[in-house]
Structure formats: C-alpha cells, structure tokens
C-alpha cells in the first residue's frame, strides 16, 4: 500500500518546506517535481537547445540523465553526474523552467519519470500539478497558497539569510509574473484539485500549516 500526499500550489508558498517536514514526519520519499523541470531547463542551456522549439526541448526532457541523491539533510539534485543543486535555482533556470513547462510534449515526456517516485510506504509530492494530472488518486491533496505579497517578503528574508542581495519590488513582479504563466497555461495550469484542501498560509507558521497537514494525514490514515 503507498500512500501519496500531494501538495501543490504557487511558488514560494511554503511547499518545499512543508514537503520537506512531511516526509520526515511519515518517513515518505519526497518528490520535488519543480526540480525536474528546472534540470530540464538547465540542460536545454547547457546544451544551447532553443527553447522556444517545442519538439527540440522534449527530445532532451526524454534523455534527461538526472537522479537525486540524499547527502546529510539535503537532496543533491544531479544533472549528467554533476551536482546542479545551487545551479537549477537561479532566476534564469527559474524562468526558462516555466516557460518549458507550458509545452505539453515535455509535460507528458516527464509525466512516468514522476510516477516512478511512489513507492511504498508512501510519497509526498511538490508541484502544480501533482493532485490534478500526475497522481489524481492521492489520498491527501492540498493546494499550499499565499498572497504574493507575503511570499515575496519570504524569498527577500531567504536571499538576505543567504547573504545575498535581494529587492521586494523586483522579486514581487518575478513572482507575479510566474503566477500568471503557471495558472493561464493551457496544459495543467496551477489549479486546486476539486478534492484538494486549500491552505493559505498567508497568516501562518511553519509549524501550524505542518499541523494542519499531519491532521489530514491522520485523517487519511482512518478512513
Ligand atoms: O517549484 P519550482 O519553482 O521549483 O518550479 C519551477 C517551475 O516549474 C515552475 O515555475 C512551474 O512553471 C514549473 N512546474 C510545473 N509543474 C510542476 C512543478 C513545477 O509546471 N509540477
């Protein structure tokens, strides 16, 4: 029996943390599928693919040779067997990212590659798209969100805790801007599963939105 729990929802609402907590907490293997699609981008870079050719950026999503490794308390996000950790999180890989995720062919070329991540006893994933298209069976579904001013706030506080440079009104428009791509594409758009409980963690702590979540995969766990 697998149990999955997918978590979804805009970026910079919390997902990576919770997720993170989740899978710790169940003792669930973690599926950060951002990840995949920002290996994807970064090998359509670093093999000079022109991103704007749908069929070119699917036939490197199908040969990607990518896995994930746990060292300490990170997962290493390996790329062609070099670590691409730090490199899949800058804003260009971020925005190539999103614009590769609007083609269908890549979305449907990555779609086993994610299945294959569950696993008994169970798996917690992080996306758009995890309870509406890639695991629509999930036990546990909740849509993680947040206003953009408040995530905004969050990534400026990331950046500065990372000693690095950050400006709210730029970091606002990058996250606005990745809203309106993610939720009016016309292949999975950003959308709460009709069954999927919506979280806004605007007003919340860490620690609370993790309760709720357990309460629900408790809740699961009975039923
Ligand atoms: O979550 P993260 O910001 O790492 O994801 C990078 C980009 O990948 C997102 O902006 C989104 O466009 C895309 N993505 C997606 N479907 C997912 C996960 C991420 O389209 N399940």
Redesign the pocket.
Same mark, same amino acid.
């Given at each position: 029996m697998t149990t999955v729990i997918t978590i $979804?929802g805009p +970026?910079g609402a919390g997902? @990576?943390t919770i997720c993170k907590l989740v899978a710790q907490q169940t003792g669930f293997a973690l599926l $950060? +599928? @951002? *990840?995949?699609? #920002?290996l994807t981008a970064l090998a359509c870079l670093n093999q000079q693919v022109d991103v704007d050719d749908e069929a070119a950026v699917k036939t490197v999503a199908e040969a990607l040779n990518i896995k994930f490794e746990v060292s300490e308390d990170k997962v290493l996000a390996i790329l062609d067997g070099a670590d691409a950790s730090k490199k899949i999180r800058e804003e260009q890989v @971020?925005m190539t *990212?999103?614009k590769i *995720? *609007?083609y269908p062919a890549v #979305?449907a070329a990555l779609l086993q590659r994610?299945r294959d991540f569950s696993q008994p006893p169970g798996l917690v994933a =992080? @996306? #758009? $798209?995890?309870g509406t298209v890639?695991f629509p069976q999930a036990e546990v579904k909740i849509f993680l969100t947040a206003s953009a001013q408040e995530r905004a706030k969050r990534r400026v506080k990331q950046l500065e805790e990372a000693g690095q440079k950050a400006d709210y009104a730029l970091i606002l428009k990058d996250i606005e801007a990745?809203d309106h !791509? =993610?939720s009016t594409r016309a292949s !999975?758009p950003?959308k709460p599963a009709e069954d999927a409980v919506v979280l806004d963690s605007t007003a919340l702590s860490i620690q609370q939105v993790l309760d709720h979540v357990m309460n629900l995969v408790e809740k699961a766990k009975q039923s």
């Open positions: $979804d +970026s997902k @990576g $950060d +599928s @951002g *990840a995949i699609y #920002r @971020g *990212a999103s *995720a *609007a #979305r994610q =992080d @996306g #758009r $798209d995890m890639v990745r !791509a =993610d !999975a950003l």
